[in-house]
Structures are given as structure tokens and as C-alpha cells.
């Protein structure tokens, strides 16, 4: 995988427009070539209307299989959960089959949730990871100075305990399971994440930055640290 592309767009709802239509083009060759699409959603706020303006694009919906890439262990149904947050601001609003929306578990410790979600995780790659990029380079729930699995040979699902960004007890497929994908997007908006932007292009080893070789990055010109 070479270096990423940048993507730039004037402001974030252009951007989420534009990429709300490209996941839509992207689900329906996947479903027309092999019947699926697979598809890892970004937690965070960023992607959120991204999530609402596919309410209006999506066609064969009941093709769509959705994976998060991290979630925060809090309890069930509490709004600060990627999969509460998917749910409210588009999955509840469009009818993906249930059994095709894969949760982590949000009633079990950090292990027990890791080790389940491996085994719903399809054996085929995905066919685009979305994933955010926090102002310290994270992505998903892999943070600098801890492990990001970046050795196939080591677990899909990682459980992560002392987590910068809180809540400290969070879950996160690993960097090598999210690179196992067709495609990767990364999403970022606003001035908060140039110096992140800045840090990747400098070539800094960050999360974001491993996971992100080869992906296309989307950015608007306020995340934009300059060339
Ligand atoms: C999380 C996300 C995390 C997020 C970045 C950016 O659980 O917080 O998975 O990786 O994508 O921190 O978050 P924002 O989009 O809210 O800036």
C-alpha cells in the first residue's frame, strides 16, 4: 500500500454529501460483483452526517452488512456508543436485516466483548473501512504508545484498558484487520485535526498513519494542514 489520497471539500457538508454518494456507488458494485457489502463504520462525531444523508442514497439495503471498527464500553443503549450513535442518526431509519448490523457487545468486559466480536467478523476483507482520526493521530481505539496490532498473527479484536480519550476501557479491531479491506476512508473535519493531518504528512508513526497506508483521506479545507 502506497501513500494515502487526499481528499479536500470546501466545508463538511459538502464533504458528506459527496462521500455519502460514493459509499452508495461503492455498496451497489460490491452487491452487483459478489452479492454484499461489507462495510465498517468510524465512531466519533465526524462521520455522523455522513451516516444521515446515506439514509436518502442507499438502494439494496437488504445487502448491507455493517461492522464497527471500535466501540467504548459503556452500557447498553447509552447515547455516547458508536452503535447508539449509528443507530439514532441513520440505522434506525433505513431496514438493514437486524442480524446484518454487527454490535459489540456492550454487556461483557473488554476481553470477553473482543474475543466475541472475532468470530462475527467475516472471513472474506471488507469492502471499505471508514475510520476517524482523533488530534493525537488516533484511529479507531488505537492510541500512540499502546499495541495496534499490526501483525496478522495477533488477535482481529483488540480489548484496550487505559484508553487517553475517554472511556478508558474501550474495543478496537486491530490495524491489520482494518487494513484487510478494499478500501479505507479516512474522515476529518474542521481545524482540531491539522496539526493530526500535519503530524501523518510529516510522516510521524502514528495509528492513523499505519492503518492509513493506502487509504483515501476526506478531509474539508479547514482540516487541511497545507501542502
Ligand atoms: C471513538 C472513535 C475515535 C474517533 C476519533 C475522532 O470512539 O472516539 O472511534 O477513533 O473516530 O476520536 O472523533 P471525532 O470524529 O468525534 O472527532
Given at each position: 500500500r502506497?501513500?494515502?489520497?487526499?481528499?479536500?471539500?470546501?466545508?463538511?457538508?459538502?464533504?458528506?454529501?459527496?462521500l455519502a454518494r460514493a459509499i452508495a456507488r461503492m455498496?451497489?458494485?460490491?452487491?452487483?460483483a459478489r452479492g454484499a457489502f461489507h462495510l465498517v463504520l468510524a465512531g466519533g462525531n465526524t462521520p455522523q452526517p455522513v451516516y444521515a444523508a446515506?439514509?436518502?442514497?442507499?438502494?439494496?439495503?437488504d445487502a448491507w452488512h455493517l461492522y464497527h471498527g471500535d466501540e467504548r464500553c459503556l452500557?447498553?443503549?447509552?447515547?455516547?456508543?458508536?452503535?447508539?450513535?449509528?443507530?439514532?442518526?441513520?440505522?434506525?431509519?433505513?431496514?438493514?436485516?437486524?442480524?446484518?448490523?454487527?454490535?459489540?457487545?456492550?454487556?461483557?468486559?473488554?476481553?470477553?466483548?473482543?474475543?466475541?466480536?472475532?468470530?462475527?467478523l467475516?472471513?472474506?476483507?471488507?469492502d471499505l473501512v471508514l475510520l476517524g482520526i482523533g488530534?493525537?493521530?488516533?484511529?479507531?481505539?488505537?492510541?500512540?504508545?499502546?499495541?495496534?496490532?499490526?501483525?496478522?498473527?495477533?488477535?482481529?479484536?483488540?480489548?484496550?484498558?487505559?484508553?487517553?480519550?475517554?472511556?478508558a476501557e474501550r474495543v478496537s479491531l486491530s490495524a491489520w484487520r482494518l487494513q484487510r479491506s478494499r478500501e479505507l476512508f479516512f474522515l476529518a473535519t474542521g481545524s482540531g485535526k491539522r496539526d493530526a493531518l500535519a503530524a501523518w504528512r510529516r510522516g510521524e508513526d502514528l495509528p492513523a498513519a499505519r492503518v492509513g497506508a493506502g487509504a483515501t483521506v476526506w478531509l474539508d479545507e479547514a482540516a487541511w494542514p497545507g501542502s
Open positions: 502506497g501513500a494515502p489520497s487526499w481528499h479536500i471539500h470546501p466545508d463538511a457538508e459538502t464533504l458528506a454529501r459527496h455498496a451497489d458494485a460490491a452487491i452487483a446515506l439514509v436518502s442514497r442507499g438502494r439494496r439495503w452500557p447498553p443503549q447509552t447515547l455516547q456508543r458508536n452503535s447508539q450513535m449509528a443507530a439514532s442518526v441513520w440505522l434506525q431509519q433505513v431496514p438493514i436485516p437486524r442480524a446484518q448490523i454487527h454490535d459489540i457487545p456492550a454487556e461483557m468486559g473488554a476481553e470477553a466483548a473482543a474475543a466475541a466480536y472475532a468470530a462475527v467475516p472471513p472474506q476483507r471488507f488530534e493525537d493521530g488516533h484511529t479507531a481505539s488505537l492510541f500512540p504508545g499502546q499495541p495496534w496490532g499490526l501483525d496478522p498473527a495477533t488477535p482481529a479484536v483488540l480489548s484496550v484498558h487505559n484508553a487517553p480519550k475517554a472511556p
